[in-house]
T-cell receptor, first 113, second 113 residues
Framework: DGGITQSPKYLFRKEGQNVTLSCEQN?????MYWYRQDPGQGLRLIYY???????QKGDIAEGYSVSREKKESFPLTVTSAQKNPTAFYLC????????????FGEGSRLTVL | GDSVTQMEGPVTLSEEAFLTINCTYT??????LFWYVQYPGEGLQLLLK?????DKGSNKGFEATYRKETTSFHLEKGSVQVSDSAVYFC????????????FGKGTRLSVIA
């Protein structure tokens, strides 16, 4: 079945540690996105990529980094520079930029201890 | 820039009640409009969409009509069920095609038996 797989589903980290969240899609989509979700704040865009080896900052990119070495993969690293990393992270993709329908993974919940 | 405003929740209804969740938007030109739904612990999934003025999107008993004159895309359902309990997000796709989807902050719906 085609879809988006995020891993891990739950992750705990200590302050000062970097952590990488995985996002893989087998939908042959060109564009991929990372969103952060906090209670009462909806979805906030962290980074997005429209093509391999290219990506753009979203609204809250500080403290995060990404790579897009393969079409199907778009990992997100939450660095120690991110001041408040505890959140629910969602990865999404679509066929090309701005076709509208985004397909989402099931999310990764990161908790900093 | 483009923006979406939706009514704040939470909204609590009894089973079989009528549901309306308001959504208004600000955009230059003619965006496409969407409603996404997020069930507890999951990612978002597309509920319905409309791509031009006066279009009505519908799915699973939910409906929304693209009203250009009032810049609105209100979500309605005639008789909600407990299984409709979720967070609902209104979103728009910029007509310029150069930016990612813009989401509202979400409205949490709880339906009680």
């Amino acid at each position: 079945d085609g879809g988006i797989t995020q891993s891990p589903k739950y992750l705990f980290r200590k302050e000062g540690q970097n952590v990488t969240l995985s996002c893989e899609q087998n939908l042959n989509h060109d564009a991929m996105y990372w969103y952060r979700q906090d209670p009462g704040q909806g979805l906030r865009l962290i980074y997005y990529s429209q093509i391999v080896n290219d990506f753009q900052k979203g609204d809250i990119a500080e403290g995060y980094s990404v790579s897009r070495e393969k079409k199907e993969s778009f990992p997100l690293t939450v660095t120690s520079a991110q001041k408040n990393p505890t959140a629910f992270y969602l990865c999404a993709s679509n066929r090309r930029q701005n076709t509208g329908e985004l397909f989402f993974g099931e999310g990764s919940r990161l908790t900093v201890l | 820039g483009d923006s979406v405003t939706q009514m704040e929740g939470p909204v609590t209804l009894s089973e079989e009640a009528f549901l309306t969740i308001n959504c208004t938007y600000t955009a230059t030109g003619y965006p496409s409009l969407f409603w996404y739904v997020q069930y507890p612990g999951e990612g978002l999934q597309l509920l319905l969409k409309a791509t031009k003025a006066d279009d009505k999107g519908s799915n699973k008993g939910f409906e929304a009509t693209y009203r250009k004159e009032t810049t609105s895309f209100h979500l309605e359902k005639g008789s909600v069920q407990v299984s409709d309990s979720a967070v609902y997000f209104c979103a728009l796709s910029s007509p310029s095609g150069n930016t990612p989807l813009v989401f509202g902050k979400g409205t949490r719906l709880s339906v009680i038996a």
